[in-house]
């Protein structure tokens, strides 16, 4: 059984900051992870995805995400928070098989103070 | 633009009646997804139709129902509407007929239930 656990519902942080969004999977095999964005009124955009190459993950718009199997963990980060940043961002888990699922995290809303 | 594109946009109709929601995939691509987003439930995963069948179902009520045509666009029929089915009704395609694979998601249908 897979499951997805999107660990804060509200960050908050000043223009020009780190963002951290943080994840944690579960999974019986191997999974595919995905974080997707959506800004208000819009629908999903896909920021990166995992398909087990290399454990990190680079995005559009500056995001990043780590793989880490030890801690079951795939967390989003960015090195600079942008005004633009300010959206609900989705950490999804799938895998493979044609039976697999598709979970999606309950989401994150990121806010940019100025 | 994700190149998937969902008709009408806002939908609005009373209890106990019947709507369809149209989707047109992205150019080649086989899947399509449906999925619901509402304040309580969140984003749900409704079911996936492949190349016109049926692939994988998710929370799907009995009153709903889908089909993915010859040429490849789908429709959700939902019917005996609800005021609980007021949401945001999404649709995303994908190249495969897995779910590890990256979705592109329309801008959404709107339906509000009087």
């Known amino acids: 059984a897979q499951s997805v656990t999107q660990l804060d519902s509200h960050v908050s942080v000043s223009e020009g900051t780190p963002v951290l969004l943080r994840c944690n999977y579960s999974s019986s095999y191997s999974p595919s992870l995905f974080w997707y964005v959506q800004h208000p009124n819009k629908g999903l955009q896909l920021l990166l995805k995992y398909t087990s190459a290399a454990t990190l993950v680079k995005g559009i718009n500056g995001f990043e995400a780590e793989f880490k199997k030890s801690e079951t963990s795939f967390h989003l980060t960015k090195p600079s928070a942008h005004m633009s940043d300010a959206a609900e961002y989705f950490c999804v888990v799938s895998g493979y098989s044609s039976a697999s699922k598709i979970i999606f995290g309950s989401g994150t809303r990121l806010s940019i103070r100025p | 633009d994700s190149g998937v594109t969902q008709t009408p946009k806002h939908l609005i109709t009373a209890t106990g009646q019947r709507v369809t929601l149209r989707c047109s995939p992205r150019s080649g691509d086989l899947s399509v997804y449906w999925y619901q987003q509402s304040l309580d439930q969140g984003l749900q995963f409704l079911i996936q139709?492949?190349?016109?069948?049926?692939?994988a179902k998710g929370n799907i009520l009995e009153r709903f129902s889908a089909q993915q045509f010859p040429d490849l666009h789908s429709e959700l029929n939902l019917s005996s509407l609800e005021l609980g089915d007021s949401a945001l009704y999404f649709c995303?395609?994908?190249?495969?007929?897995?779910?590890?694979?990256?979705?592109?998601f329309g801008p959404g249908t709107r339906l509000t239930v009087t």
């Open positions: 139709y492949y190349n016109g069948e049926e692939r």
């Open positions: 995303a395609s994908s190249a495969a007929g897995t779910s590890g694979y990256e979705q592109y």
